[in-house]
């Protein structure tokens, strides 16, 4: 997916709140929106390189958003928003199968039991539900979710698992960044999401984990991902 605008450097200062930061653009401080709801604690560090993307309704409070971040070893894909439309095209044109097949039919947020999930697919005779998970945090050679504990992700798992018994039913975790190597859920952040992941697995909800490679045109899909539950 290339991007609709184009990066505006930055230097990060600080976050004031869990969406709202200070960076330095054009040796001024500017506040800046975040749209990602995780904790980021490891990549908005000050001094950090980022990138903006400017914003075009003139009556928002912040006038740019935070995108992207450059770490030692790649940039990391930041506006959590993104990767839902990632994903929807790379399932449209049968790059990633969670079920094995090309999907012929893709609805974006259907709600389903207690949940609203991020795709209801058809394919063939049946329906699936996908729920996607956007992952930012990097440790070693590991690809790392969640960043802050998340009861949210831990009922859609839960109602994942419930559903498998009559639909098809599949994870899909988004690699954010090129310097990992393999998947697991990060269980010390939240231990609760880790073993909600493994009994959804268990009971036949298909997890994956794919790669994004990223430049200041676009994102792309790179590879899939061995997952470690």
């Keep these: 997916m ?11 200062c600080k976050k004031l709140n869990r969406f709202v930061g200070e960076v330095v653009l054009e040796e001024e401080k500017v506040l800046v929106h975040i749209p ?44 959590s928003l993104l ?13 990633i199968k969670p079920f094995f097949h090309e999907v012929d039919q ?3 947020e259907q709600p389903k039991g ?11 005779e049946e329906t699936g539900f996908i729920e996607v998970k956007s992952v930012t ?4 050679k590991y690809a790392l979710f969640p960043d802050a504990p998340t009861p949210r ?3 859609h798992l839960e109602e994942l ?44 909800v298909c997890i994956k984990a794919y790669r994004l490679k990223l430049d200041l045109k676009g994102v792309y899909f790179d590879r899939e991902m061995e997952v470690v539950l």
């Design 2 to 12: 290339n991007f609709d605008f184009t990066p505006i450097p930055a230097v990060f």
């Design 137 to 140: 945090l990097v440790e070693g």
């Design 161 to 204: 698992r419930v559903l498998s018994s009559q639909y098809l039913t599949a994870v899909v975790f988004l690699i954010c960044r090129e310097d990992a190597e393999i998947f697991k859920p990060n269980d010390k952040c939240d231990p609760k999401f880790a073993s909600a992941l493994k009994k959804a697995a268990l009971a036949g």
């Design 114 to 124: 207690q949940s609203r999930f991020d795709f209801k697919v058809q394919l063939r």
């Design 153 to 155: 992700g831990v009922r």
């Design 83 to 95: 990767p839902n439309k990632i994903a929807q095209g790379l399932l449209e044109k049968g790059i």
């Design 36 to 79: 990602n709801s995780g904790r980021l604690a490891e990549i908005l560090t000050e001094g950090r390189l980022v990138y903006l993307r400017e914003g075009k309704n003139p009556g928002r409070k912040y006038q740019y958003d935070l995108v992207l971040a450059q770490m030692p070893e790649s940039l990391v894909l930041v506006d």
């Design 106 to 108: 893709i609805v974006a």
